[in-house]
């Protein structure tokens, strides 16, 4: 029977299948952080577990860790018994562990791949919605809860109930200066923050296949944000080279046995629950204007009017969301003005993310009130950064140059948004409150992050007078 | 786990539809290292404001909430199930739920219920209407009922079964060693490792 890459991989991993059960399966990589785990260590040391498959799972820190001041002992009491938490637990149980000032250490869902540990047809998780990054290499891979994280911990399995499965393709060619986080967030626009909802996403199609690897896990990245289960990819060339010599990519003979295997986990002519199909061609630049990743519209675009929802719900939300954001229906959305910017995240916290901002500041400066925080994904990257000299352009422009982590993307951290404040910001979610308490939060690919920079509103390269606009990334 | 069969209180009605698990329990309450003592947290910004539904004083002791479709979507913190029990629920009904809320709900013995969105309004009428009119959840019979309103509801038969039972999944999972062992040794070697061999 004809199966997509998701079933694939889910029949490649399972432990047993009875009837009336959910399938148990096997998780090949699990990636832990300092949230969502301390309670799952706990729940084994109650029961006198231990980790089952130590070789199989990895710990960094991201969520808590300040970004300045980083050999400074962490200010808040409480974030501080966390990372120290997680630190005697990855001691105690024998898990490796990057901690705050290691060279790996980053955003659990930068590491992962830039270490070689996520590859194609495997499963992974972590306690993160954000996990479906992964998929990027046509791995399955998915969030999962605390409960869930004790439950891999201790056995190297998850119990899980069938998906559905939905294929996004995106025909024709993304326009210059259209860039991958504008084409997820009008895919999200357009089936809905819950639209996802038990599904797998396969993207596919031309414009995706000439995606780089980072602009691919862009993509995947905000599949949640869809309601989706995982978002997924497949292996290509493209794939291939980003692994190759990778620290944990497999060498030598394996290496071509692995990737005859990858080879073997595109879709087959397999039909799936859902499609839906864009046209990449007539897609610009993309914003968001609510307090949900679904409520976005083109930057040429104004502020829609509530009533012109036709669904109650829909109409609801924009209401609560204009309230809450201080916009007024109709208003431009480039005359939004902001008084922060935030360029990093597992979303568009990776090399070209910053490459691309640095290309559009260069030689430019932040605005006049605004503040800039460029947070690199992971220390490699903010190295990489450093020997291109991104980090000089980035400070003579004005903008803070910061250390490693999730930084201003949630505010667990000190890098938050005081009330009433504005973000242009690079990461993946605007819900209330998400970046510091009363915040406004825009979703916005780097590009826009750093012409809003540099305009003071809301922009795209475009708007730049001798911008050269080169083609999407 | 505590087992679920049935459970009859009162609402919280919530007239809002995408319920993220960032309003739930917001990042700040997230450095807990415990699975108790969220219950401040529950909606807190929401809280702030003394007309939100949930500081009314006749909602005070209501365990059951009904909220808009999409609850529960975003982070997958399971502190947000957290949250709901420690302040007291036992049931959350909704048109539609977010996959990793559910997941984490049911690991939890928090019943998530699915029910059309014209039943959760008529549910909403109802109890806005009168704050002590009480909801019957009842999962042995996967039905809904109130003054005027009867609604069965799905729920999958391995789930169901679980909840009742109260099970734990890793003492479920861990009968079958013996898969897993045997899973383990087929693997492919290529597979990476995080550490040296
Ligand atoms: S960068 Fe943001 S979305 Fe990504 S793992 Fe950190 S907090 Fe979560």
Redesign the interface.
Known sequence: MARTMAEKIWDDHVVRRAEGEPDLLFIDLHLLHEVTCPQAFDGLRKAGRRVRRTDLTIATEDHNTPTIDIDKPIADPVSRIQLETLRKNCAEFGVRLHPLGDIEQGVVHVIGPQLGLTQPGMTVVCGDSHTSTHGAFGALAFGIGTSQVEHVLATQTLPMSPFRTMAVTVEGELPPGVTAKDLILAVIARIGTGGGQGHVIEYRGPAIEKLSMEARMTVCNMSIEAGARAGMIAPDETTFAYLKDRPHAPKGADWDAAVAEWRTLRSDDATFDREVVIDASTLSPFVTWGTNPGQGAPLSGSVPDPAAFADPADRMAAEKALEYMGLTAGQPLREIAVDTVFLGSCTNGRIEDLRAAAAVLRGRSVADGVRMLVVPGSVRVALQAVEEGLDKVFTAAGAEWRHAGCSMCLGMNPDQLAPGERAASTSNRNFEGRQGKGGRTHLVSPQVAATTAVLGHLASPADLSEFPVTAGA | MEAFTTHTGRVVPL????V?T??II???W??????DGFEDGLFD?WRKDPEFVLNEPARQGATVLVA???FG???????A?WALQNYGFKAVISP?F???FR??SL??GLLTVMLP?ETVERLWELTEADPTAEVTVDLVDRQVRAEGITADFDI????RWRLLEGLD??S???E?ET??A???AR?????????P?
Request: glycine share 4%.
């Open positions: 007239r809002r539809s995408n993220d960032d309003q917001p990042a700040h997230l450095k807990k290292v415990t699975r910004a808009g479709a999409d979507t975003g982070s997958s913190r399971e502190h199930v539609r977010a996959d990793i997941g984490n690991k939890n969105q999958d038969d391995n789930a999944d890793i479920l999972t861990l079958h898969d897993i045997e899973y383990e693997r492919p070697p290529y597979r990476p490792r995080t550490l061999r």
